[in-house]
C-alpha cells in the first residue's frame, strides 16, 4: 500500500520512529470507527441534535441532584454561604492589617469586631428610632388609613364600606401568598429559634476557621480532584474568589450610595423613620434590583401616609433618581467590571433564586451566577495549561486536616 510522507496506517508500522525532527518519537495511531447503518439512515443535523440532548440531559440531571442535596443540607449550606460571603469582605480588611505589622490573630478579631459594631449599631439606630416614634406612628397610621377609606367612598370610586373590605380582604391574601415565597421559600433558615441559633453559630466558627486557614482548606478541597485537574481547579477557584471578593466591595459601596440618596431625601421632606429607612435600603441594595425597588417602594409608602400625595411623589422622584443613578452609572462602570454578568441575566437569576430559595436565594443568586461565570469561563479558555501552579504543593498527596497520631516505636511496640 502507497502512503504519502506523514500519513499513519494500522498496517505499516505507525509506531516505529522516523528520522529527521521526529526521531525518537512515536506518532499516536487515530482509529476511526464507521458509522451503523442505523446513524448513516439519520440526518446530520439528526445526530448533533441527539447528542447535544443526552448531553444537556445529564447537566440538567447533575444541577438537581446539587440543589436537592443544598434543599437537603440547607442548615448547614445556607450558614457556611454567609461565612464565605462575610469573609470576602474581611479576609481583604484583615490581610491589609497583617501587611502593616499588626499580629495575625489581632488583625483576624479586630476585623470581626469592625463587622459586629457595624451591623450592631445599624440595627441599634433603627430600632432606637422605631420604639422612640412607636406611639405617634401608631396615632397617624390609624388616621391615614381611615382618611384613605373616606376617600374610597367619597370619591370617585364610590365604593361602600362592605366592598372596600372585601377588597382589602383580597389584597391581603395576595400579599400573604406572594410574600410566603421570600419569607419561607425552599431553603428557609429554620423555624425554630433552635435552627436560628445553631445557624448562627455554624456562620460564626465557619468565619474564624476561613480566616485563620482558608488558604489551607483550599488546598486540601483542591487535593481531592485528581492531579491532572489540580491546577485548573486552583486556577478557577482563585478567579472565583477575586470576583467573589470584587463584588463584596461594589456591593456595600454600591448599597451606601442607594441609602444615602434615599436617606437624606427622607430627611430634606421630614418623613418620620429616616434611620430605619437607611437601614432598610443599605440592607435591600445587597439584593440586586429587587431589593432596592422594594425599601424605596417603603420609603414613598411612608411618605404618602405621614405627608400626603404630594409628598410622596417628590419621594418617589427622588427613589427613581438613585435607582438610575444605580443602573445607569454604578452598574455599568462599578459592579459591570466586578461581576461581568449581563443585566438581564441579574433579573433572571434574581427571580430564580427568589422561587426556589426565597430570600436566601435571592440574595445568594449573583454571586454564585458571576462567580461560576468566571469559573466556567477560566477552565473553558485553557490559560492553567500554561500558566504556572499558584500553590507548588499542587502535586502532593492530599494533605491533613487534622493533626496525625504519631506511630509508635519499634521499642514500645
Do not use: C
Not at 421559600?185 to 474564624?208: E, Y
Not at 421630614?270 to 417603603?298: K, Y
Request: charged residues 10%; glycine residues 10%.
Amino acid at each position: 500500500m502507497e502512503t504519502s510522507e506523514g500519513t499513519d496506517t494500522t498496517a505499516q508500522g505507525s509506531d516505529r520512529p522516523r528520522g529527521g525532527l521526529f526521531a525518537g518519537r512515536r506518532r499516536a495511531v487515530t482509529t476511526v470507527t464507521a458509522p451503523s447503518p442505523i446513524e448513516e439512515s439519520l440526518p446530520r443535523g439528526v445526530r448533533v441534535a441527539g447528542a447535544w440532548s443526552w448531553r444537556l440531559l445529564v447537566i440538567g440531571a447533575v444541577i438537581a441532584v446539587v440543589i436537592f442535596l443544598v434543599i437537603q443540607l440547607r442548615l448547614i449550606v445556607i450558614p457556611l454561604l454567609i461565612a464565605v460571603l462575610i469573609a470576602a469582605l474581611l479576609v481583604p480588611f484583615s490581610t491589609f492589617l497583617h501587611r502593616h505589622h499588626w499580629p495575625r490573630w489581632v488583625a483576624i478579631v479586630t476585623a470581626m469586631l469592625t463587622l459586629v459594631v457595624v451591623v450592631g449599631g445599624l440595627f441599634y439606630l433603627a430600632v432606637w428610632q422605631v420604639t422612640r416614634e412607636a406611639s405617634s406612628l401608631s396615632v397617624q397610621s390609624v388616621a391615614a388609613y381611615h382618611q384613605f377609606r373616606d376617600w374610597l367612598t367619597t370619591g370617585p370610586l364610590g365604593l361602600t364600606p362592605a366592598q372596600i373590605d372585601a377588597y382589602l380582604a383580597q389584597l391581603g391574601k395576595a400579599i400573604q401568598q406572594d410574600t410566603q415565597i421570600f419569607i419561607s421559600g425552599a431553603l428557609s433558615i429554620g423555624s425554630t429559634l433552635g435552627h436560628v441559633l445553631a445557624g448562627v453559630l455554624l456562620t460564626a466558627f465557619s468565619l474564624i476557621f476561613i480566616l485563620i486557614d482558608g488558604k489551607g482548606i483550599w488546598n486540601w478541597i483542591v487535593h481531592i480532584f485528581p492531579r491532572n485537574a489540580r491546577a485548573a481547579v486552583d486556577g478557577a477557584g482563585r478567579a472565583g474568589w477575586v470576583t467573589l471578593t470584587s463584588f463584596a466591595k461594589v456591593q456595600i459601596l454600591v448599597a451606601t450610595i442607594d441609602a444615602i440618596g434615599i436617606g437624606l431625601g427622607a430627611l430634606i421632606l421630614g418623613l418620620p423613620l429616616v434611620i430605619p429607612i437607611t437601614v432598610l435600603v443599605f440592607l435591600g441594595s445587597f439584593i440586586p434590583i429587587v431589593g432596592a425597588v422594594l425599601t424605596g417602594a417603603l420609603a414613598v409608602f411612608i411618605a404618602l401616609i405621614f405627608k400626603g400625595w404630594v409628598f410622596a411623589v417628590i419621594m418617589l422622584a427622588i427613589v427613581l433618581g438613585v435607582q438610575q443613578l444605580e443602573g445607569h452609572v454604578l452598574q455599568p462602570f462599578i459592579m459591570g467590571t466586578a461581576v461581568k454578568v449581563h443585566p438581564l441575566a441579574v433579573v433572571l437569576v434574581v427571580a430564580a433564586g427568589s422561587l426556589l430559595a426565597g430570600i436566601p436565594g435571592a440574595l445568594f443568586a449573583v454571586p454564585l451566577a458571576a462567580v461560576l461565570n468566571v469559573m466556567v469561563q477560566y477552565v473553558s479558555s485553557g490559560v492553567w495549561r500554561s500558566a504556572p501552579p499558584g500553590d507548588p504543593a499542587l502535586a502532593q498527596p492530599i494533605p491533613a486536616l487534622w493533626v496525625t497520631v504519631p506511630r509508635p516505636s519499634r521499642r514500645a511496640r
